[in-house]
């Protein structure tokens, strides 16, 4: 007897399909579900969809599941990409695997599950969810060098007591070696990188397409100095180091380039040079649009842990104030690149209180 129905996201690659696995193992009636999210380009090169709903129906038959493909794209360019091009326009970097977590994979996925009387729904994501004191607490991932709890952060109470993510308490070799000992055709598929719709290409070039060059000057921080042209501040982000065109500056050391700031007014760029650079290292953050997985703000004056991009380390910090609005965060160490638009994560221990979207930072000083 069947201990209900899970619809299970999948994505054609080896993290979703071992969940989908796993979950039919422990006698769930499990349902494979593709979403496409992406149809502008679905021709070109650099668009993966086609084959990944190839590689995702290929897993599905092996573990003996029936699998559908829904089209989400309106949704998508709706409540993801258009957020995206407006955060881009306005110099901020935004990070849309965010707010494809929150809007399509845990919303639209969601409720279209529901319609197909599912109980639960369940992806291959690395974390955690568990119950405790009548509460949903979203949690790292046993794997700490996949732990995608980061992206996953503004899921609330109700998504999170209908999700499930089965490897989460898995480290990625042990989802592979169960991946290729069922025989699932997917199993050294290589992982995806980078947005779900640029694919590999280069990032400037897609973005040209929604948003024309604007030229205009680079200048070294803390002065006037003209020392190179940009293409449009919208295709640079604080702390960038690659594509910035400056060569040999005559008197300045040989050292690399960072992008420190923005003036969008004035359509500058400004630079420094080193990676230390007192211009890159912040203090403190203010964040908006705030999202608290209990549904309640944490408490000031406490000691958490923050992140302010994925993959960086945990950062002691310190909650000065919170309200409905904006949350001010002050860090025990000097962060390097704190930029606008990328989400600030809090976390206690390895429960993952929730966040916002960086909306200022206040410089370290010594």
């Not at 258009?82 to 399509?104: H, K, M, W």
């Not at 609005?325 to 002050?330: F, G, L, T």
Request: charged fraction near 25%; proline fraction near 4%; glycine fraction near 10%.
């Amino acid at each position: 007897m069947s201990k209900g129905r899970i619809i299970v996201g999948l994505s054609g690659g080896v993290d979703s399909s071992v969940a989908a696995l796993l979950l039919k193992r422990a006698g769930y009636e499990v349902i494979g579900l593709f979403m496409k999210n992406w149809e502008d380009d679905d021709n070109e090169e650099y668009c993966s969809s086609r084959q990944d709903l190839v590689d995702a129906a290929a897993a599905a038959d092996v573990i003996g599941i029936d699998f559908e493909a829904v089209n989400f794209s309106a949704e998508y360019r709706e409540r993801v990409f258009a957020d995206f091009l407006r955060e881009y326009q306005a110099g901020r970097t935004p990070n849309p695997d965010v707010l494809c977590n929150s809007e399509i994979k845990f919303k639209a996925f969601l409720d279209h599950a529901m319609t197909l009387g599912a109980e639960k729904i369940a992806t291959g994501h690395y974390a955690q969810v568990r119950e405790f004191l009548g509460e949903w607490q979203l949690l790292k991932a046993e794997d700490g060098t996949k732990d995608q709890s980061y992206f996953l952060h503004r899921l609330n109470q109700a998504q999170l007591s209908k999700t499930l993510f089965p490897v989460g308490h898995l480290y990625k070799r042990d989802v592979r070696r169960i991946a290729e000992e069922a025989g699932l055709p997917n199993h050294a598929r290589k992982d995806s990188t980078g947005i779900c719709f640029i694919g590999e290409r280069p990032f400037r070039e897609f973005l040209a397409r929604y948003l024309p060059p604007q030229p205009g000057e680079i200048r070294i921080h803390g002065g006037d100095r003209v020392i190179g042209s940009h293409q449009g501040l919208m295709y640079y982000t604080l702390g960038q180091r690659e594509g910035l065109g400056i060569g040999g500056v005559r008197g300045a050391p040989e050292e690399p380039w960072f992008v420190a700031a923005k003036d969008m007014a004035a359509n500058v760029l400004y630079v420094v040079q080193g990676h230390e650079h007192p211009a890159l290292q912040s203090a403190s953050l203010v964040a908006g649009d705030l999202s608290w997985v209990s549904g309640r703000a944490p408490h000031t004056h406490w000691v958490y842990a923050a992140k302010t991009r994925y993959r960086q380390p945990d950062a002691a910090c310190q909650v000065e104030r919170v309200s409905a609005a904006e949350c001010e965060v002050r860090f025990a160490a000097p962060q390097w690149a704190v930029t606008p638009g990328q989400s600030m994560v809090l976390y206690e221990s390895r429960v993952c209180l929730g966040g916002g979207i960086i909306a200022a930072s206040q410089p370290w000083c010594a």
